[in-house]
């Protein structure tokens, strides 16, 4: 398995974020989570990442180590500081705090969507992944023209 510890996240789903904040992780995002009983929540530029607790070391202790420059002693435990650890039940639901909800525009109940990114899985909601999202998976779609496949002979 790739260093976060799972199967990389994929594909997107619309999902809906109760008023209480209880959200049930589709169940083609679940496994991971499930595994580790919990998600650590990280607050990003309109978005809220889900990772793994193993996904969440293993990316801050990455950004760290990558950053050109000297970085703060202190920005590991900030990080950890803005990003809550949620419990996920046996049936993949977890609660989205009060802050983290407020923080993406929440008041109340609201449709989400939820994108496997590899390591960590995008919750936005349905209004901001439509005006930020569509864009980008044009984009996407660019790279596929003229492609042909891949070659059908043994690997």
Sequence with gaps: LPAFGHEPFAGTFH???EGNGRLVVPSALRAPFLAAGSAQLMPNKGSLWLFTPQGFEVTVDHLIASASGAVDPRTRSRLFMASP???VDKQGRLVVPPEQRARLGIDGEADVVLAGSIEHVELWT???WQAQEAE???????L???FGGLPTGPA
């Design 144 to 146: 596929f023209e003229g």
């Design 126 to 128: 349905a209004a901001a």
């Design 85 to 87: 650890k949620a419990s």
């Design 15 to 17: 999902a809906r974020l």
């Design 136 to 142: 980008r998976l044009a984009d996407g779609e660019l």
